[in-house]
């Protein structure tokens, strides 16, 4: 099949074009190259992709309209996975603009694109910062989620919202799924997973906020790709339940599924696996907690299992290790 891929020189995005391409399919890949960070990572993903025949990139701001509906025309594509966004928790301290240009303004013109060219499924990455300050654990896509920390979860919150909407008005089948904690090789640098193997492998000291006392849903990136790709073939049907846990809307096309690995790890714990990997010890700075920072987050993956069959389930020891291997031979470290 087609499928445009949005962020795809971005890390989930370009794990998700390569495994498609890998299994024969034709992928468009959008992305803007925004330099959040250095865009020689992601001119290196793309340059991977490249290396399929089946690949074709556009790179252009997700919104631009006019750009946008010319490569909806040429490549017709019959799934969208889009993934293209702002992400960072902390970056929007500072920087809240861009997150509405990017994750608001880029998925209304990706919806009204659709809206013109309709898909078979449309599916979408929101994040398990919606949740909020909720402290009922684990966390259930059936939660009511009303208090957002932040404006990164501000904004995905938005989009889910605008997907229900178009959903309903247009019948367009629409998938968010929440992602929780993702990691692995070719990761953003902006990450703490990432942060920490470069300085450790450096001899540099890193910063450990709240004293480490966080927990996470660590989820490894091959584990979240192979839930992405068996969730395409499960367009959502307007109340049509496969589980009591489904989140399917009674009066739209539209679901939204959790992707983690159902098992919060201690950071500390975390970070001890990435000393192991990197053969040395880190030297730590105990910070207080950053404002818009959760303490806890956990997945409830019981519809992602009764939609797919599929549960994640790459402990942090391997997920590290093939984190820091990556790391050293991409850096020569």
Not at 220 to 240: K, M, S
Request: glycine share 6%; charged share 20%; with cysteine.
């Amino acid at each position: 099949m087609k499928v445009l891929v949005t962020g795809s020189a971005g890390f989930i995005g370009f794990h998700v074009a390569r495994r498609l391409l890998a299994a024969g399919h034709a992928v468009a890949g959008i992305d803007a190259m925004v330099p959040y960070y250095d865009v020689r990572l992601k001119e290196a993903r793309h340059a991977q992709l490249a290396r399929h025949a089946g690949f074709t990139p556009h790179l252009f701001d997700l919104t631009d309209a006019t750009r946008l509906a010319e490569v909806m025309a040429a490549e017709a594509p019959e799934v969208v996975v889009h993934l293209a966004a702002q992400a960072g928790v902390r970056y929007a301290l500072e920087h809240p603009e861009s997150y509405i240009h990017a994750n608001i303004q880029g998925t209304f013109t990706l919806l009204e694109a659709c809206k013109a060219r309709p898909v078979r499924h449309l599916l979408m990455a929101s994040t398990s910062s919606a949740y909020g300050a909720n402290t009922a654990m684990p966390f259930k896509e059936t939660d009511a989620v009303a208090t957002p920390l932040n404006i990164y979860a501000a904004t995905k919150l938005a989009t889910e919202q605008m997907g229900h909407s178009y959903a309903s008005l247009w019948q367009q089948p629409i998938t968010m799924f929440r992602f929780f904690t993702v990691y692995g090789p070719w990761g953003r640098p902006d990450m703490a997973f990432f942060k920490f193997t470069d300085a450790i492998l450096r001899g540099r000291s890193i910063e450990v906020y709240n004293h480490g006392r966080m927990e996470r849903d660590f989820t490894y990136i091959d584990d979240l790709v192979e839930a992405i790709l068996r969730l395409v073939a499960c367009a959502p049907e307007a109340g049509r339940k496969v589980a009591d846990c489904d989140s399917i809307s009674p009066v739209a096309p539209f679901r939204i599924v959790n992707i983690g690995n159902a098992q919060p790890v201690q950071l500390l714990d975390f970070i001890a696996a990435l000393e192991r990997a990197c053969g040395r010890q880190a030297d730590r700075r105990y910070l207080p907690m950053q404002p818009g920072e959760v303490l806890k987050t956990w997945a409830d993956t019981s519809l992602l299992q009764a939609l797919t069959g599929y549960l994640p389930a790459t402990d942090v020891a391997t997920g590290t290790a093939a984190f820091v291997a990556w790391f050293r031979e991409h850096y020569g470290i």
